[in-house]
């Protein structure tokens, strides 16, 4: 048997423009979690793409227990036994579980040209192997209606179905609770006993303590080295991700909460099982943070707030006057600024500039005669928030979708800054954002918070939670379960227990 | 990485694929041809983009916010109807209002831009407010309108119009068809409006990610319906122009012209799937449309089988646009 079930060696791939991956390797021992760490743009996911044949290299070889293997597609690498859980889940959700799960090898019975899908055998197996990754629900469900973590579960199941000997883990956890992160675990472990080999990419240090046995990292599309995890302390990795030694992740908080500035009383959703019942104040200069399982229903609660989703009853102040939000624009009007989770969704325009991407919510502001948009005044602006943002780019003409995830949220920062709201609600404000750059849009929060901002941040990491937030609300299942204020209080656990007070 | 001059030369190449073989196809055609290259030739593909120009202006607003518009050629046929009745001699033996003098010309434009635009503002309502399909909801619309407008016209053809009107296609100023100035008006004002007022990045951004947008702060749905309101009224100015250079209509007049528009703007470079196009797309692809089509008469192609050569036409050009967009990989 070779050392290695798979090696990638003098991987190369360019873009018009950037040089994504320059001479990578990468060797995963077999039966290992392997993880692969790197900033955002590091080429983690171009080097995974690559090897599943969704890019085309440009240069390398790719060698499978020994032997030099091709890979053209995706169908190819499904043949050598390599399968991918993505990053962002391609499924079918109008279709059920186990249409998803044999999609494009659908099992079929009959014969010559009157092959007909077999849909009992479909159905069984679709069981059989949910059961052999613990999760047991109905094959014939549509998919539309489980959680992201239950669709991912049927993903892992599509790739254990296909006897896959790799198995690739494009950012798995990024969107789920502690639960099911837990059950993504537990699922690893057995896939590992079994002799599956997997690469884990993740920025989520904790995660990658406990589960990887080897670590890669990257920088830059280049191959910095690989270690044993146990031989590397998180500073160490991080040091090696950034190439510098990060001395504190989380800036000094010195925010100075002063007045209520946003009160909300006893806001309902429109929907039974959503956010209920839910009051909290908001002071100036402070950042509140929201904790919570997923599936809390944060996200809805200031959705709602927002006039984004339905409200059915409640009540929400700002500066001591009731104000009705029936849609954004009523928001806008009343001062909150709100920066969704979901950037590629709601967020950005994709194939707009950063000017108009930034523009497009303060033309109202810069108007000659009332109608005409005074395109210099706006160019001053968005200049000037480039580069208080340090927004890297060539220039302001150039497309959101040609930047990196941190400088796309930068932008997505200064379209609300240029609007100038007394409070602005960040959703995940670092999903998905490599540590140089979270670290900057820390100190933007902060710097906020200092002009007498106030911020409502939601957050899924607790690091973050407990290094930024001055106070932190915890929800659960859709109601308010505790609310910690004292710096002394802010503990992980004391979280925890909030957020699983069903 | 640089890209070598190969490149860049092949990208110039797929990018302006469609423009650079129309130039090839008029060069040829010129010099094969006696009277291509005549100033009475020039004007008069000048003349048959005009309406052509007005309408797929119109219909590219709908297109970047990644709608479209199937009531277009009915509206042009109501537009048309509505400037005829209005516009006829009084001596003419086959007058709709036999008693009602003609009205101003201008007059009479506005009132189609207007009559057009109301019906325009309702399939605005039910695409915006009640979530209908733009292809399902100006589906309907071209089916109320047709109708509409047979009952009012009794399907009769419209002509013997006054002077005035057939002037706006015939007169000249500064040699120039009155028609050709209208068509450079509306483009400077679409213009105007895509690139320096609000309503015209609202347009963009909802192309773009109808999402985003809302919450953005974006009125989505006043932008949506002032999109399809706005486009009716050119519709209804189309059908004016059609009218006066045709010196009559029937409620058939623009039949089809809904499609060619589509296509023209996709030619020129309008992404059906939202948030991209220009003015210049608009005049690229009507260009590129009308040329094509004079091009193959002078030639000698039998006229139905222009219709093959249009289509091959739209298959090549669009293949070529969206590889611009495609992720390459």
């Not at chain 1, 791939?13 to 990578?24: E, I, Q, T, Y």
């Not at chain 2, 797929?14 to 020039?42: A, C, E, H, Q, W």
């Not at chain 2, 990644?66 to 277009?72: I, Q, W």
């Not at chain 2, 015209?200 to 773009?208: D, F, R």
């Amino acid at each position: 048997m070779a050392e290695y079930k798979l090696e990638l060696k003098g991987i190369c791939k360019s873009f018009p423009g950037v040089k994504a991956l320059d001479n990578v390797q990468l060797s995963l021992r077999p039966g290992t979690v392997h993880a692969l760490m790197g900033e955002n743009g590091a080429g983690k996911s171009t080097l995974m793409k690559c090897l599943f044949g969704i890019y085309k290299m440009d240069a390398g070889e790719i060698y499978l227990d020994g032997q030099k293997i091709e890979v053209g597609n995706p169908d190819e690498a499904m043949k050598h036994g390599i399968a991918m859980v993505h990053q962002e889940l391609q499924p079918v959700p109008a279709r059920s579980v186990a249409e998803n799960l044999y999609l494009g090898r659908f099992p079929t019975k009959g014969f010559g040209p009157f092959q007909v899908i077999d849909h009992k055998k479909m159905y069984e197996e679709t069981e059989k192997w949910l059961k052999e990754v613990r999760m047991e629900f109905d094959p014939k469900a549509q998919l539309g209606t489980l959680s992201i973590g239950q669709m991912q579960s049927v993903e892992i199941a599509k790739a254990v179905s296909q006897q896959a000997k790799v198995v690739i883990f494009d950012e798995p956890t990024s969107s789920l609770s502690d639960n099911e992160v837990e059950a993504l675990f537990r699922i690893m472990n057995e896939l590992r006993d079994k002799g599956v080999t997997m690469v884990y990419i993740s920025h989520k240090m904790d995660e990658i303590k406990r589960i990887a046995d080897d670590i890669t990292v990257m920088r830059d599309g280049t191959y910095v080295g690989t270690w044993p995890a146990d031989e590397l302390t998180t500073d160490q990795i991080i040091a090696k991700m950034v190439g510098r030694e990060l001395t504190n992740v989380y800036p000094e908080k010195e925010n100075a909460p002063g007045e209520v500035i946003m009160e909300v009383k006893n806001l309902c959703s429109i929907h039974e099982k959503s956010f209920q019942n839910v009051s909290f104040k908001l002071r100036r200069g402070e950042i509140l943070g929201f904790g919570g399982l997923v599936g809390a229903q944060r996200t809805e609660l200031m959705e709602g707030i927002f006039g984004i989703r339905g409200v059915a009853s409640g009540e929400i102040h700002v500066h001591g006057k009731k104000v009705n939000i029936k849609h954004p624009i009523d928001a806008m009007n009343a001062g909150i600024g709100m920066i969704t989770e979901d950037r590629r969704g709601n967020g950005i325009f994709g194939c707009l500039s950063i000017k108009d991407n930034v523009g497009v919510s303060v033309y109202n502001k810069y108007l000659n005669a009332g109608f005409v948009l005074d395109h210099k005044k706006i160019n001053g602006v968005v200049d000037d928030n480039i580069q208080k943002l340090r927004i890297k780019t060539p220039s302001m003409k150039e497309h959101i979708s040609n930047l990196s995830g941190g400088n796309q949220q930068k932008v997505i920062i200064s379209r609300w800054l240029a609007n100038d709201p007394d409070v602005l609600i960040m959703d995940e404000p670092t999903r998905g954002i490599d540590v140089g750059a979270k670290h900057e849009i820390y100190e933007i929060m902060n710097s906020l918070a200092k002009q007498g901002k106030a911020i409502i941040m939601i957050s899924s990491e607790m690091s973050e939670l407990l290094g930024m937030a001055d106070r932190i609300c915890v929800m659960c299942n859709g109601k308010l379960t505790g609310e910690i204020d004292q710096p002394e209080d802010m503990t992980q656990a004391k979280v925890m227990s909030y957020a699983t007070k069903f | 990485m640089e890209k070598t001059n190969q490149q860049k030369i092949k990208d110039f190449l797929i990018n302006n694929g469609v423009i650079i073989v129309m130039f090839v196809l008029v060069i040829y055609t010129g010099f094969t041809s006696d009277n291509f290259f005549t100033g009475n030739n020039l004007m008069n593909i000048l003349m048959n983009m005009s309406p052509r120009l007005v309408i797929a202006l119109g219909i590219a607003g709908c297109v970047i916010t990644a709608g479209c518009d199937l009531s277009a050629g009915r509206m042009i046929g109501l537009g048309a109807c509505i400037s005829g009745v209005l516009l006829q001699r009084m001596d003419y033996s086959g007058k709709f209002f036999p008693d009602m003098e003609p009205l101003n010309v201008v007059l009479v434009a506005l009132i189609a831009m207007l009559i057009c635009a109301a019906f325009g503002t309702v399939t605005g309502f039910f695409i915006a407010y009640l979530s209908v399909p733009p292809f399902i909801a100006t589906l309907a619309m071209m089916e109320i309108v047709y109708g509409l407008g047979l009952i009012f016209t009794n399907a009769t053809p419209l002509g013997g119009y006054i002077k005035e009107y057939t002037n706006v296609a015939n007169g000249k100023f500064l040699g120039i068809n009155y028609l050709i100035w209208i068509a450079i008006l509306v483009a400077a004002i679409t213009w105007f409006i895509f690139n320096m007022t609000r309503h015209g990045k609202y347009m963009y951004a909802i192309g773009g990610n109808p999402q985003a947008a809302e919450v953005a702060g974006v009125p989505v749905k006043k932008t949506l319906i002032l999109i399809y309101m706005k486009a009716a009224a050119m519709y209804g100015l189309a059908g004016f122009m059609l009218g006066a250079k045709a010196g009559g209509a029937s409620v058939q007049t623009g039949y089809g012209y809904e499609m060619e528009a589509i296509a023209a703007c996709t030619i020129g470079g309008v992404s059906v799937t939202g948030g991209r196009g220009k003015v210049s797309s608009a005049i690229v692809g009507v260009a590129v449309f009308e040329l094509l089509k004079v091009a193959l008469q002078y030639l000698g192609m039998n006229a139905n089988a222009q219709y093959i050569a249009i289509g091959i036409v739209i298959f090549v050009a669009i293949s070529l646009d969206i590889r611009k967009y495609i992720a390459k990989k």
